[in-house]
């Protein structure tokens, strides 16, 4: 179905990936995904770019994933896409009534007609029969594209609460934990702009730039923007192995060598970040355990830190060997929403989110990423996310971060601030280009 062509990258010259990303900016539909060649446990390619869709499935209804099943062994082709956050009334069987200003569909996948796949040394080119007499030529211009120079732009956003009514809200958020109704909540907040009018390529190269995180990504379907910068693996399977990498426990960087290491320190020995991380743990442990062979279910890092250019993070590291019998849309439902964004119990944190936050999530704290025609796929958890509908000239970012009994609002509040300085910076950003 797929004609595959393989390039040496070494022959390629430099700045490939983002070569590869200024070319693809003439497509309608774009997903790029880059791991910014970090060293994260499980790494797979370097980055991908899929473009131009020869079939869509878009879903703003019930039975998205079922969709998504029949779409899958339908095509029996690589797709690229997302699920946003809202899926979960889907499966919780919630419905939410937040406000919306960005208006993106629940699910949306491409099979695209053109797929560059770069790892290790090897550019891997998959494109449908229908255009594959256009790699060679697609593959000199992309050797010849101009990366332009990112434009600086100034624009500030507003927060959706003032500090105050965030921290009353974590109060009343905290009151149900002290109540035993659940025990830990991923509590969120956005951060928007009307009529924002943004170069949404300029401004992902700058966040990539400036953020270099693993699971980053350009998302454009249609006038739906993603320009994420997440650190944050939800899901990957290869051949019959699952791996989840949830983050809980978040530090900003220090400007000093000394302090910064104090930081690393502090956060990898503090008992709060600990505990809200181990919460999580069990949870990813008990989702897995759902699809998964007898005892194969193994915590393989615990409350490791990596650090990245804005932050440190305490991540750890859960796998399983899946059934078989598990289709790639069962899996993914059996532990969407990833436990990190909701809280625990599951079902009950996600009620008491909903409650108190008022912004609709939509795709931050859902998923970008592709699943392949052998079944496998790797997704990400959309947070350190801009997310732009370029009709409405809506801009917004939302950011979050677990409660749990030790919880102290005010600082809260500054943890949100630190993970969404970055997207604050590049869209102020004057001084983040690199030659
Ligand atoms: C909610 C966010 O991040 C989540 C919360 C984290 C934390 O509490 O330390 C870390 C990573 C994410 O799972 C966000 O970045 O908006």
Redesign the pocket.
């Known amino acids: 179905m797929r004609t595959i062509k393989l390039f040496h990258k070494s022959l390629a010259g430099k700045n490939f990936e983002q070569k590869l990303l200024a070319w693809g900016q003439k497509s309608n539909e774009i997903i790029y995904l880059d791991s910014n060649q970090s060293e994260h446990l499980y790494q797979n390619y370097e980055a991908i770019l899929a473009v131009d869709a020869f079939t869509a499935l878009k879903s703003d209804d019930l039975y998205a994933f079922e969709k998504l099943n029949e779409y899958q062994s339908k095509t029996k082709d690589w797709l690229f896409g997302y699920l946003s956050y809202d899926l979960k009334n889907d499966i919780e069987s919630i419905t939410s009534k937040n406000e919306d200003h960005l208006l993106f569909p629940e699910l949306y996948f491409i099979q695209p007609k053109k797929i560059w796949l770069l790892k290790d040394d090897i550019i891997e080119a998959h494109y449908l029969k229908m255009v594959d007499d256009e790699i060679e030529d697609d593959f000199n211009s992309i050797l010849k594209a101009e990366i332009p120079k990112s434009k600086s732009q100034l624009l500030e956003f507003s927060p959706r609460w003032q500090k105050e009514e965030y921290v009353s809200k974590a109060k009343q958020v905290l009151s149900h934990i002290q109540r035993g109704d659940i025990y830990e909540v ?1 509590f ?1 907040q956005e951060f928007f702009r009307e009529h924002a009018e943004i170069d949404p390529y300029a401004t992902f190269s700058n966040l990539n730039l400036a953020s270099k995180a693993p699971f980053s990504s350009f998302l454009k379907l249609e006038n739906f923007y993603a320009l994420c910068a997440s650190p ?1 693996r939800f899901l990957r399977k290869e051949n019959d192995k699952l791996i989840s990498q ?5 530090s900003k960087r220090g400007k000093e060598i000394s302090e910064d290491e104090k930081l690393k320190s502090d956060l990898k020995n503090d008992p709060k970040e600990i505990s ?1 991380n181990i919460m999580i743990v069990d949870l990813v442990r008990n989702d897995l355990s759902k699809t998964a062979t007898k005892s194969t279910v193994n915590v393989e890092e615990l409350c490791e830190i990596y650090s990245f250019e804005q932050v440190h ?1 305490m991540i750890s590291t859960i796998t399983s060997l899946v059934k078989s019998s598990y289709s790639v849309t069962e899996i993914l439902e059996s532990l969407f929403p990833m436990g ?2 909701t809280g625990a119990p599951k079902h009950s944190a996600i009620k008491i989110a909903e409650k108190y936050e008022s912004t609709k999530r939509g795709l931050y704290s859902g998923a970008i990423g592709y699943i392949t025609p052998e079944n496998d796929f790797d997704f990400n ?1 959309v ?2 996310t801009l997310l732009y509908n370029s009709e409405t000239k809506y801009l917004s970012y ?5 409660l749990t009994s030790l919880a102290d609002p005010e600082r809260e509040y500054e ?1 949100c601030l630190v ?1 969404g300085k970055a997207l604050q910076y590049v869209v102020n950003a004057t001084t983040v280009t690199e030659d």
Do not use: D, L, Y
Not at 398 to 402: C, E, K, L
């Open positions: 991923n969120c944050e949830p983050i809980k426990g978040t809200e993070q990190s964004m958890v947070i350190r939302m950011v979050g971060s677990a943890e993970k």
